[in-house]
């Protein structure tokens, strides 16, 4: 058993749901408990998805059990045909049916439906949602698929993007005129959008570009194998893997690479004055292993800050992920507890988190400002306005998130020299939070047993509340560390200043 | 009802000839959209300030909390689920062993909790791992610090509300014997409306009173052959029963929802502790003439409106028995996950024939009626309501029922600004004229 507050992935399950939810024209009959339907408030409220995700639940109850279960999956799956009408259906269990071992797929297998279906075997007490999205396309992919002749035109497949991804939608906007800048048409982009129809055509195009490799690494190894496609290692969220993606999906397609850049703003707002402030800002990164490793080279290369710690929570970008933390010089962190997570970002004194929705908890708790790089997400992560991650606008995009939380450049000046002014006063908050609708960090959210030991002057104290509220918590964590290395028990204003000079940088 | 006092400018319409006690109940098989009990953590972690919640489960359960509360709940949440591997289910580890290395590991972790509820889930009830010898071990080994309880929220035993009807059940055998006179109030109601109903009674004079579940373990709570409970909500079927077998005796009323039920309600309640109908006109009077107030004003938008109701909470019954007779809506289908005349007797009795009655659900047949009744208000759960909005119909989250404060008379008015809003939004927007 393993204990958890919050969890970043879900149930393998999940992920086939965030697959049939993003297709059109596919069918999943779930054999499930009533409880299991759940999910479809993640599509319907968290996304505001203006349909139910197309999933038949068998939702059966305790006192099916001694009776016949399996009929009920096989009546569920008749009637989803029957109303529904799809192309091809997956069908397979949840964790409760697994336990009672009916075989959905064998049962569905021998009511001779008039489309393909596919069975699904997602052990759920193994894996999560990640391996459930992948192993999900990748069946209805190697279900499905065939070699054929390739498109006249030059053209690719966009793999990966599913319902509930972190701006999987806009994803494939952006990436789509950056191959047609290069001449190269998009066949067909999968799961999102696609009908078991498309998938049968994946198998014209020149080569596939795989978005996310989360949800789609399995499905573009066996194209490649099976197809002869190859496929695209380089995931162009930031400014320079943008240029690398061109460059790799020239090699690929054998044509000269080509980046509109008229509209890119990131490189030159990263080096305006006004950005001096994000010089060497200690930022903390986690989330999907993918996400993560892009954001670590856009927040160290093209703004400035200091990578402290990064991790992702799928031990299958594990290896990667630890060496790319080598390379910053930390220690990865690979973890699915959220009280691990939150314990690394309060000893690492951080002053940005960009995470998850989960590490938006931990930020609101530590106050800490936090932006958003990764699933899972909350309905605030799908924004009506176009918001891309990736390629020039994406950008642009990741550039104005990034900082939004932080105090801009000339206010934290001002902040600074103006701090007794009524208007300027710790429990203003940063002008764009709104002013009052900001409570300022306490202190000291929950003093450690550590510093209970440290005995804080009354002048000290006093010259730590003139420190603005926004890196007061970093001041005092650095002052006592300070004071703890150098044996000494007592802060005094001397200690304070002496600390000061000693993290200056 | 004679014994209602009935203030001459009573808008209700009359008592109907016939409720809907004897309508036939449609029963129909199929998918169900609703909750499991687990849910019911969600505001219980709230309302017992010294309670921990471990759901002993799958990865789905502990997604299921976070995917409904996740939204709601910034601090860290009082519940947590000890995750099922396949360590577990494979027999290679001994689950009583586990479960007690994370429920120390827990309890080491936040040395606040008193009442630990190990909570069974679909998964451990199918392996049947036996939470009632977890939870006698454990109590062993923690009392007189902590003390162990086990209830089941599964979602093959249990719909949403019926979690909490399962963790009080729960609670009444370890309650501490009694031989006084009181009233016991039963039901998780948020603290400002809980505060409310105990002002109410304290100025009719009743006491002493004790609530079910208390906020805290250490509440002085107990029940015996002379305690007299009423519910606050109509889902607590079990704890209305374990509550019998510990010798106390049910105040059967209509529910306090609107000015109607809550006076009902209390006059239940006055009429036991023989409270002077003269008092209790004094003490009612004013806030049933704000309550009628705050309904009326809310209720322009719901006159001659109709409602579709799809099970949820089990308050669906009172809640049409509200709309209907205080509000002026026609009630078309009343669905409720679960019917217990024995509890909601009496709102049927209320609720003038005409809607249909549905138990348990067949989504896809429920829908199908819904879009052909088109309804002007539809009350759902969070997985229906986006996509019925989309196809044009006004609904209500069904949950916001179930977290907002709603009972009793300074309610009344947000109650049916609940329903109303989504009305009053229809008339705002002026989509045409950005598409």
Known sequence: MKLAVWTYEGPPHVGALRVATAMKGLHYVLHAPQGDTYADLLFTMIERRDHRPPVTYTTFQARDLGAD????????????????????????????????????????????????????????????????????????????????????????????????????????????????????????????????????????????????????????RWMERELGQPFTKTVPLGVGATRDFVNEVAGLAGVKPRLDTSRLRLPWYAASVDSTYL??????????????????????????????GLGCYNREMARPIRALAKEYGVEALITDDYLEVERAIEDLAVELILGTQMERHIAKRLGIPCAVISAPVHVQDFPARYAPQMGIEGANVIFDTWVHPLVMGLEEHLLHMFRDDFEFH?????????????????????????????????????ELKKIPFFVRGKARRNTELFAADRGEKVISIETLYEAKAHYAR | MTHHARPPDRPHPPAQARGCRDTPILKQRGQHEVFCGLTGIIWLHRKMQDAFFLVVGSRTCAHLLQSAAGVMIFAEPRFGTAILEEGDLAGLKDAQDELERVVVDLLTRRADIRQLFLVGSCPSEVIKLDLARAAERLSAKFAPK????NYSGSGIETTFTEGEDACLAAMVPALPETDARQLLLVGALPDVVEDQALDLLKALGIGPVSVLPAR????????GPNTVFALTQPFLGGTHAALERRGARHLSAPFPFGEEGTTAWLQAVAREFGVDQAHFDAVTGAPRARARRAVAKAADALRGKSVFFFPDSQLEIPLARFLTRECGMQALEVGAPFIHKGLVGEELDLLAEGPTLAEGQDVEL??????????????????????????????KWAIELVFTPVHFYEQAGDLAGLFSRPLRRRNLLQLEAAE
């Open chain 2, 146 to 149: 902590v003390r162990v309880l």
């Open chain 1, 426 to 462: 710790d429990a203003a908050g940063p002008s764009h939070h709104g002013g009052h609708a900001a409570p300022p960090p306490p202190d000291e959210p929950e003093p450690r047993q550590e510093s209970a030991e440290v005995i804080w002057l009354a002048d000290a104290e006093k």
């Open chain 1, 69 to 220: 279960t399996a009929n009920l999956f096989k009546t569920a799956c008749q009637a989803a045909y029957d109303r529904f009408q799809p192309q091809a259906m997956i069908v397979g269990a949840s964790c409760t049916a697994e336990l009672i071992q009916d075989d959905p797929g064998g049962m569905a297998e021998t009511m001779g439906l008039p489309v393909p279906v596919i069975p699904l075997e997602l052990p759920s007490y193994q894996r999560k949602e990640n391996f459930g999205a992948d192993e999900t396309l990748f069946q209805i992919i190697r279900h499905l698929a065939r070699p054929m002749e390739r498109t006249a035109h030059l053209s690719c497949n966009l793999i990966g993007p599913t319902a509930l991804g972190f701006r999987h939608r806009d994803d494939i906007t952006e990436v789509t005129a950056l191959l047609e800048d290069m001449g190269i048409s998009v066949n067909v982009a999968a799961p999102y959008g696609a009908s078991p129809e498309d998938i049968t055509r994946l198998g014209a195009a020149h080569f596939n570009v795989l978005m996310y490799p989360e949800t789609g690494e399995s499905s573009c």
């Open chain 1, 279 to 308: 010089t060497g800002k200690r930022v903390f990164l986690f989330g999907d292993g993918t996400h993560v490793a892009a954001a670590a080279r856009i927040a160290r290369d093209e703004m400035g800050f200091e990578v402290v």
């Open chain 2, 216 to 223: 805290h373990l250490e509440s002085g709570l107990a029940v």
């Open chain 2, 366 to 395: 429920q829908l199908d009626r819904c879009r052909a009744a088109r309804p002007d208000l539809t009350v759902c759960g969070l997985g229906l309501a986006n996509p019925l909005e989309a196809e044009g119909l006004a609904t």
